[in-house]
């Protein structure tokens, strides 16, 4: 999901767009407008539709069709889209009408909703020998803990921690390997400059929250039998929530949200010298703080107990064939050389910017170089991928929007409040429990 | 004789013919997708067991479950508080000034006032949203050049992101965006009140203050009640300013008005029942308001005319 990410400044204007269409979406909920999503069931050459947000995914899809597609007569066509959950909405609404396309991109956390709606085809059959490409905890979010297989990883957002090198040195700070020492170097900046901050605790991005409980051993949705088990409000959770609400209510970190334009100049003029973030986050900063390029540095996150060596993930997305398909067979093959196939990585990698889930992609040619805002660490990639090797496994369900929402209302108003996060938690677990149950699914105590 | 019957046939019928086609985009864009709203909050989603692969879900009938979440839900009703309380700023603020606007400029001696008019009229034109991203820009503390000013001065910044004022925020940027509108309106019905009126009120001395006051002010009434009206349906449909500001600040929550709820749970929580069941009642209570107080309107214009 990088090159969402890279977006996601852009993204109020974005939303704010939605806003005003908003009204007309709700009007056109009922109906279906894309009927050019079905191919031919006939034999003879396969067309495909392809709806994703990666900038220049058209360039890709044409390698494919100049290439192995050529070869098999399937031509790829892209529909780009709009990111993120705006997309699953859509993508349920076509499905809706039976008229959903060939294949979608989806985030990660969106498949246990999507293939709750009976929206994505299960390619298990189709895709041999490509689980081999991807780390373990990739994978396993593709497959929602059975047989089948319901996307296949495209990108990844292993996260990280990013600190101005130059400020950390003018203030004797140390880059802190442990939550603990975290929490210290945001206490002694405070002592040694009242009006900077380490970072800001926001509350409008649920993805950061996720992979840094993710990072603590978090399991927020599991099966038991045919019941779901919901564990938002659980030890390792509650350990990540009562840190940051601690540091918020001490007035250690700041408390507004982030990707504000306040946010960017805070970044910009060294208000604020860190932010933990995920390998995407060059493309962001060099939206956000266009002025401190070269003078920023990435660390591994820091670890809850020394020695350790996890990290959690935000963002990242998969490419899944639906079940509306007539061409499922031609649609999983595509998308298994799109996201293993070297050539279709590298072009990935330089038309749209993402980091690729596939582990040999990560260590490529298109990876050698530093990203030009971080020129002053040659070796970041290398680091990176070192760090994504460490990636915890993630555990989703079926109501993960729900969480999100709740998520964000409560943790808002707990850090404006500068109240427990621990109450806001529990918030984010009932609710949670209390929709997967009006919606009828099994919830285990 | 059959030509005969089939003209008066024909007469008789040619009004039904040309309602049809207003009946008929009635029925397809209006009529129909209500139904639909209506029947979809009659419903909900039931799953079984994991609910995931095919046929784990149906749509099943839900009675008035919908409705009665709906209406017990207290964050629906604190909605509905938060823009009540927004409307008591916003339509009292914002009809004054246009009146005040409208009569100033409906005076004889005021100059430029074609440039005047377009100037108040023209925020009017900006759309909602790209009003509520200039505000939000100029409400930020740390990048609004009033808070640098302030700041310079040594004067407090007040935080407009936060607790009541945010409600003169929002209230501000509806104010801004709706003045011009409501001014155009009544200004309009102003010039339409014919010069003898005002020249036998000077006969009898009345001074402008006087005209402005007895004369013009009661003449406009039926566009006063218009611009009211209107006012209520858009205070209660209040969704792209704080939809707008919500990523600028912690106070703003994804259901802050009613409308917001309806979106957050088709859109956010996936949920189009429970939505549709929000949205109906929210139609019916703007209906209920709205004629109430037309109906109130009317009723006071009929003792008036009585007396």
């Given at each position: 999901?990088?090159?969402?990410k890279?977006?996601r400044?852009?993204?109020?204007?974005?939303?704010?767009?939605a806003v005003?269409?908003?009204?007309t979406?709700?009007?056109?909920?009922?109906?279906?407008?894309?009927?050019?999503g079905e191919?031919?069931?006939?034999?003879?050459p396969?067309?495909?539709?392809?709806?994703?947000?990666?900038p220049?995914?058209d360039?890709?899809?044409?390698?494919?069709?100049?290439?192995?597609g050529?070869?098999?007569?399937?031509t790829?066509t892209v529909?780009?889209q709009?990111?993120g959950?705006t997309?699953?909405?859509?993508?349920?609404t076509a499905?809706?009408a039976?008229?959903?396309p060939?294949?979608v991109?989806?985030?990660?956390?969106?498949?246990?909703?999507?293939?709750?709606n009976?929206?994505l085809a299960?390619?298990a059959?189709e895709?041999?020998?490509?689980?081999?490409?991807?780390?373990?905890?990739?994978?396993?979010q593709?497959?929602?803990?059975?047989?089948?297989?319901?996307?296949i990883?495209?990108?990844?957002?292993?996260?990280?921690?990013?600190?101005?090198?130059d400020?950390?040195k003018?203030y004797?700070l140390?880059?802190?390997?442990?939550?603990?020492q975290?929490?210290?170097?945001?206490?002694?900046?405070?002592?040694?400059s009242?009006?900077?901050?380490?970072?800001?605790?926001s509350?409008?991005?649920?993805?950061?929250f996720?992979?840094?409980?993710?990072q603590?051993?978090a399991?927020?949705w599991?099966?038991?039998?045919?019941k779901?088990?919901?564990?938002?409000?659980?030890?390792?959770?509650?350990?990540?929530?009562?840190?940051?609400?601690?540091l918020?209510?001490?007035?250690?970190?700041?408390?507004?949200?982030?990707?504000?334009?306040?946010w960017?100049?805070?970044?910009n003029?060294?208000?604020q010298?860190?932010?933990?973030?995920a390998?995407?986050?060059?493309?962001?900063?060099?939206t956000?703080?266009?002025?401190?390029k070269?003078?920023?540095?990435?660390?591994p996150?820091?670890?809850w107990?020394?020695?350790?060596?996890v990290t959690g993930?935000?963002?990242g997305?998969?490419?899944?064939?639906?079940?509306d398909?007539?061409?499922?067979?031609?649609?999983?093959?595509?998308?298994?050389?799109l996201?293993t196939?070297?050539?279709?990585?590298?072009?990935?990698?330089k038309?749209?910017?993402i980091?690729?889930?596939?582990?040999?992609?990560?260590?490529?040619?298109?990876?050698?170089?530093?990203?030009?805002?971080f020129?002053?660490?040659p070796?970041?990639?290398?680091?990176?991928?070192?760090?994504?090797k460490t990636?915890?496994?993630?555990?989703?369900?079926?109501?993960?929007?729900?969480?999100?929402?709740?998520?964000?209302?409560?943790?808002?108003?707990a850090a404006?409040?500068k109240?427990d996060f621990?109450?806001?938690l529990?918030?984010m677990?009932?609710?949670?429990v209390?929709?997967l149950?009006?919606?009828?699914?099994e919830?285990?105590? | 004789?059959?030509s005969a019957r089939?003209?008066?046939?024909?007469?008789?019928?040619?009004?039904?013919?040309?309602?049809?086609?207003?009946?008929v985009?009635?029925a397809?864009?209006?009529?129909?997708?209500?139904?639909?709203?209506?029947?979809?909050?009659?419903?909900?989603v039931q799953?079984?067991?994991?609910?995931?692969?095919?046929?784990?879900?149906?749509?099943?009938?839900?009675?008035?479950e919908?409705?009665?979440d709906?209406?017990?839900?207290?964050?629906?009703l604190?909605?509905a508080?938060?823009?009540l309380?927004?409307g008591?700023l916003?339509?009292p603020v914002m009809l004054?000034?246009?009146?005040?606007?409208a009569?100033?400029?409906?005076?004889?001696r005021?100059?430029l006032a074609?440039?005047?008019?377009?100037?108040?009229?023209?925020?009017?034109?900006?759309?909602?949203?790209?009003?509520?991203?200039?505000?939000?820009?100029?409400?930020?503390?740390d990048?609004?050049?009033?808070?640098?000013?302030?700041?310079r001065?040594?004067?407090p910044q007040?935080d407009?992101?936060?607790g009541g004022p945010?409600y003169?925020?929002l209230?501000?940027?509806a104010?801004?965006?709706?003045?011009?509108?409501?001014?155009?309106?009544?200004y309009?019905?102003?010039?339409?009140?014919p010069?003898?009126v005002?020249?036998a009120?000077r006969?009898?001395?009345?001074?402008?203050?006087q005209i402005?006051?007895?004369?013009k002010?009661?003449?406009?009434?039926?566009?006063l009640?218009l611009t009211?009206f209107?006012s209520i349906?858009?205070?209660?449909?209040?969704?792209?300013?704080?939809t707008?500001?919500?990523p600028l600040?912690?106070?703003?929550?994804?259901?802050?008005?009613?409308?917001?709820?309806?979106?957050?749970?088709?859109f956010?929580k996936?949920?189009?029942?429970?939505?549709?069941a929000?949205?109906?009642?929210?139609?019916?209570v703007?209906?209920?308001?709205?004629?109430g107080?037309l109906?109130?309107?009317?009723?006071?214009?009929k003792?008036?005319?009585?007396?």
């Amino acid at each position: 999901m990088p090159n969402t990410k890279l977006r996601r400044l852009r993204r109020w204007g974005a939303t704010s767009v939605a806003v005003a269409l908003g009204t007309t979406a709700l009007a056109a909920c009922g109906s279906s407008d894309d009927s050019e999503g079905e191919g031919k069931a006939e034999s003879g050459p396969v067309s495909l539709t392809y709806w994703s947000w990666t900038p220049g995914m058209d360039k890709v899809a044409d390698l494919w069709n100049e290439g192995p597609g050529r070869k098999d007569r399937v031509t790829v066509t892209v529909k780009k889209q709009a990111s993120g959950d705006t997309l699953v909405t859509k993508i349920l609404t076509a499905h809706k009408a039976r008229k959903g396309p060939d294949l979608v991109q989806a985030e990660y956390q969106a498949l246990p909703t999507l293939v709750s709606n009976d929206a994505l085809a299960d390619i298990a059959g189709e895709v041999d020998g490509v689980k081999d490409k991807f780390a373990e905890g990739v994978w396993q979010q593709t497959t929602l803990g059975s047989d089948a297989v319901y996307a296949i990883p495209q990108d990844s957002g292993p996260m990280m921690f990013y600190y101005r090198a130059d400020l950390f040195k003018k203030y004797g700070l140390e880059v802190p390997t442990t939550w603990e020492q975290f929490a210290d170097t945001a206490r002694a900046l405070k002592k040694k400059s009242p009006g900077t901050d380490l970072t800001t605790f926001s509350a409008n991005d649920s993805g950061l929250f996720a992979g840094l409980a993710q990072q603590a051993g978090a399991k927020w949705w599991t099966t038991e039998g045919q019941k779901w088990k919901v564990a938002i409000d659980d030890a390792p959770t509650r350990r990540v929530a009562d840190f940051w609400g601690g540091l918020v209510k001490e007035g250690a970190i700041d408390n507004q949200p982030m990707y504000t334009p306040a946010w960017n100049k805070a970044l910009n003029t060294g208000k604020q010298i860190a932010w933990v973030s995920a390998v995407w986050a060059p493309g962001t900063l060099t939206t956000a703080a266009p002025d401190t390029k070269g003078k920023w540095a990435m660390a591994p996150l820091p670890q809850w107990s020394g020695g350790e060596n996890v990290t959690g993930s935000w963002g990242g997305s998969s490419t899944a064939v639906t079940t509306d398909s007539r061409h499922k067979a031609a649609a999983a093959k595509f998308a298994s050389w799109l996201n293993t196939d070297p050539e279709a990585l590298t072009a990935l990698a330089k038309e749209g910017g993402i980091y690729p889930a596939a582990t040999t992609a990560q260590t490529s040619d298109a990876f050698t170089e530093p990203p030009a805002y971080f020129a002053n660490q040659p070796d970041f990639y290398t680091r990176a991928a070192d760090i994504a090797k460490t990636t915890a496994p993630s555990a989703w369900g079926p109501n993960v929007n729900v969480a999100y929402t709740t998520f964000k209302d409560a943790f808002a108003s707990a850090a404006k409040n500068k109240s427990d996060f621990g109450a806001a938690l529990r918030t984010m677990q009932d609710d949670t429990v209390a929709d997967l149950e009006k919606q009828g699914f099994e919830v285990a105590e | 004789m059959t030509s005969a019957r089939r003209r008066s046939y024909g007469v008789k019928g040619a009004p039904y013919a040309f309602l049809l086609p207003a009946a008929v985009l009635f029925a397809l864009f209006f009529a129909l997708p209500i139904g639909y709203a209506v029947w979809l909050s009659l419903h909900k989603v039931q799953v079984k067991g994991l609910g995931l692969g095919a046929g784990a879900r149906s749509e099943v009938w839900a009675g008035l479950e919908n409705y009665a979440d709906t209406l017990s839900d207290s964050e629906l009703l604190d909605g509905a508080l938060r823009v009540l309380g927004y409307g008591a700023l916003v339509i009292p603020v914002m009809l004054g000034l246009a009146l005040v606007f409208a009569l100033m400029l409906d005076t004889e001696r005021v100059r430029l006032a074609p440039f005047t008019r377009l100037a108040i009229f023209l925020p009017y034109a900006v759309p909602g949203v790209v009003a509520a991203m200039l505000w939000g820009f100029l409400y930020l503390p740390d990048v609004s050049p009033f808070h640098f000013v302030l700041d310079r001065l040594g004067l407090p910044q007040p935080d407009l992101l936060d607790g009541g004022p945010l409600y003169i925020a929002l209230s501000n940027i509806a104010v801004w965006g709706g003045t011009g509108f409501n001014m155009i309106v009544i200004y309009t019905s102003l010039r339409a009140i014919p010069a003898e009126v005002y020249e036998a009120a000077r006969l009898d001395g009345a001074t402008p203050l006087q005209i402005a006051v007895r004369i013009k002010i009661p003449m406009v009434a039926p566009s006063l009640v218009l611009t009211f009206f209107f006012s209520i349906i858009a205070t209660l449909q209040v969704f792209s300013e704080p939809t707008t500001l919500k990523p600028l600040t912690n106070s703003v929550s994804t259901t802050w008005s009613p409308l917001m709820k309806v979106y957050q749970d088709a859109f956010g929580k996936g949920d189009i029942h429970s939505a549709a069941a929000t949205a109906v009642v929210i139609a019916f209570v703007t209906l209920l308001l709205s004629f109430g107080f037309l109906r109130a309107a009317n009723s006071r214009n009929k003792q008036e005319a009585a007396r």
